[in-house]
C-alpha cells in the first residue's frame, strides 16, 4: 500500500463482452465465446509484498528441472515464464499461486452478467430505439459503475489498475465511468468525496495485483460456465463480494454472494421460495 489512506485496486475480466458474430448472429455460448461476463476487482493491502513472493516463485518454479521443456515455461510463448496467468499455467504452477495469495490481506468484488439477459435488454431496446447497437465497451463500462459505486469514499486516495484490453487506451472512458460511480454515489447517500483516483491501463505482467485478480476470475468463471466449484472454495476467504446481477429469483437487483452467504452449486441453483 502506498500509504495508510490509499487503496490499490485492480481490475480484470472473466469472459468476454461478446454477442454477435460480424453478420449480426447470435454467437452466445458458441465454441471461444462465453456464456457470462464477470468483471473482477482486487483490493490488495500490500502490492509490494505480493509482487516480491510472486516473482521469487516464478524464478524458483523456472530454476526448477521438474518444468525443463514446458511450453508454457519457456520466455519465447510469453505465458508462465513471464506472467501467471490461471488459464496458462499448469496445474502445479496454480497450485503455488494459490497457496501465496491465501496468505496474503486481499479482498476480492465481483460482479457476474448471463448474457442472455443481457441479450433480452438489447431486443427491448431495439424495440424503442431501432438505432441502438450493442458495444461490449458499453457492457464492460456498465460493469466498472456498479462495481465502484460505494467503493469510491472512504479513503483519501485511489490508485486503480485496469487490465488493458485490446489495443486501444480506454482510461479517458474507465475515469467518467468512476465519477459517474461516484457521483451517483454522492446523490444518493450525500456523502461528497474528494479522494484523488489514479487509473492505469496496463498489462498484467506489470503488476503482480493483476496476476492475483486473474486467479479469482479464473476460479469464479469456472464456477459459472462449468459448474467447477473447488476452485472458488478454496479461494472464497479472499472474496467479499459476488453479485449476480441476473440472479432476479428472489429480488429485483439481483443476489449477493458474502462471507455469511457463499457462492455455492446449491445456492446457484436453489429454487425460488426455497
Request: charge should be positive.
Amino acid at each position: 500500500m502506498t500509504d495508510s489512506t490509499t487503496r490499490n485496486y485492480y481490475v480484470d475480466e472473466a469472459g468476454d463482452g461478446t454477442i454477435f458474430n460480424a453478420r449480426g448472429r447470435i454467437i452466445i455460448g458458441n465454441e471461444g465465446v462465453s456464456r457470462y461476463f464477470i468483471l473482477g476487482l482486487l483490493d490488495v493491502a500490500n502490492p509490494a509484498a505480493l509482487e516480491k513472493e510472486l516473482n521469487t516463485l516464478r524464478a524458483k518454479l523456472l530454476d526448477d528441472p521438474y518444468f525443463k521443456g514446458v511450453p508454457s515455461m519457456q520466455l519465447k510463448s510469453k505465458k508462465t515464464a513471464i506472467c501467471f496467468h490461471a488459464k496458462d499455467d499448469l496445474p502445479e504452477v496454480r497450485r503455488e499461486v494459490f497457496k501465496i495469495l491465501l496468505s496474503h490481506e486481499l479482498r476480492f468484488f465481483a460482479i457476474v452478467r448471463d448474457k442472455s439477459k443481457v441479450l433480452e435488454y438489447i431486443r427491448k431496446r431495439n424495440e424503442v430505439d431501432g438505432a441502438y447497437r450493442y458495444s461490449p465497451n458499453e457492457l464492460y463500462d456498465s460493469l466498472v459503475r456498479q462495481l465502484f459505486k460505494d467503493r469510491l469514499h472512504q479513503h483519501d486516495a485511489y490508485e486503480i489498475y485496469f487490465a488493458r484490453r485490446g489495443a486501444s487506451d480506454r482510461t479517458a472512458a474507465l475515469r467518467i465511468a468512476l465519477e459517474t460511480a461516484r457521483s451517483r454515489f454522492s446523490e444518493k447517500w450525500g456523502i461528497v468525496s474528494t479522494a484523488m483516483i489514479k487509473t492505469v491501463a496496463c498489462y498484467s505482467r506489470e503488476y503482480a495485483g493483476l496476476q492475483a485478480a486473474d486467479y479469482f476470475l479464473w476460479a469464479l468463471q469456472r464456477f459459472y460456465e462449468r459448474e467447477e466449484d473447488r476452485f472458488l472454495e478454496y479461494l472464497w476467504p479472499c472474496f467479499r463480494l459476488v453479485r449476480d446481477l441476473d440472479d432476479t429469483r428472489h429480488y429485483k437487483y439481483g443476489e449477493y454472494y458474502t462471507q455469511k452467504k457463499p457462492l455455492t452449486l446449491a445456492a446457484k441453483k436453489k429454487l425460488p421460495g426455497i
